[in-house]
């Protein structure tokens, strides 16, 4: 079996290490590339080009930048034609099922496996969960992974896609509200109190996003508030003028019609999902 990397910057390589160390022949092409990326990439049997990578290769993943994942469809579709060979690609790119579709219709006919990455790259540090769907989940499962934990989540297409945006919309979400907080504060010279207060409310289970629920209708004006002042500190009010409009609409639903005091802190999360909204 070879395993082909299509690209391998610092994730790529990651997960090509990750096989690599477990036996496998892995291999990819760094034609085209920065020298970060040959550097990156040196543990790799390196190829002159796509072409011969793709040849080379019983199954192919494939890490690039989200925005890039069409084009990369297609590119390997494309040499794939010319070679005559017939990988099986697995898509790991942060992309929603929606992107996923295109991707797929650009690999005329390739099969497919949907691929998810939740941590870093594993020759950084073991740990990193990878998620695949599809109907060939199995033999993607079967390669010799090291320092990762490879899950199945069914045979459609899309699914661990899915997955990924949900989790990244916490992580990189996160990220996103602390630097726009970070920077507010620091404008209004608050800084070190912000961050000895930070965390100690965060909401850490499902039960703490339905008492929060409860007090959705008063939580609108104050994200109001925060995006006024956000925007007084030269950072856009965009965000938080959004997370108003997401308190809106769960100040509409079931769970908001509660108290704090009435919400069940053994309810099942898909119940709480179902109040969050109405007409759900």
Not at 71 to 82: C, K, S
Not at 117 to 141: M, N
Not at 148 to 155: K, R
Request: net charge negative; with cysteine; proline share 6%.
């Amino acid at each position: 079996m070879t395993v082909g990397i299509v690209s391998p910057g610092h994730m790529g390589s990651g997960l090509g290490f990750s096989l690599a160390r477990g036996g496998e022949r892995v291999v990819a092409t760094v034609a085209g590339r920065s020298a970060r990326t040959a550097r990156l990439a040196r543990d790799l049997e390196l190829l002159p080009d796509l072409d011969a990578v793709v040849t080379a290769s019983d199954v192919l993943l494939v890490v690039t930048p989200p925005a890039e994942a069409v084009a990369a469809a297609a590119e390997i579709a494309a040499a794939a034609q010319r070679t005559g060979a017939r990988p099986l690609v697995v898509d790991m790119n942060a992309v929603s099922p929606v992107t996923l579709t295109a991707v797929q219709s650009e690999l005329g006919g390739l099969d497919l496996v949907d691929g998810s990455i939740s941590g870093g790259p594993p020759s950084v540090a073991d740990g990193t969960q990878l998620y695949f769907s599809g109907p060939r989940v199995g033999e993607v499962l079967a390669l010799p992974w090291t320092g990762v934990v490879p899950l199945a989540l069914g045979d459609e297409v899309g699914t661990a896609s899915a997955l990924k945006m949900c989790t990244a919309s916490v992580y990189k979400g996160m990220a996103a509200l602390w630097a726009q907080a970070m920077v507010t504060a620091e404008h209004h010279g608050v800084l070190d109190a912000f961050l000895a207060d930070v965390g100690r409310n965060v909401p850490k289970k499902p039960s703490d996003v339905a008492r929060a629920a409860t007090k959705a209708h008063r939580y609108v004006g104050e994200m109001h508030e925060i995006a006024a002042t956000q925007s007084g500190a030269g950072l856009s009010p965009a965000l938080f003028a959004a997370i108003a409009a997401i308190w809106r609409d769960i100040a509409a639903g079931p769970l908001a019609q509660g108290d704090p005091e009435s919400v069940d802190g053994t309810m099942p999360a898909s119940e709480i999902v179902a109040g969050l909204l109405p007409g759900r």
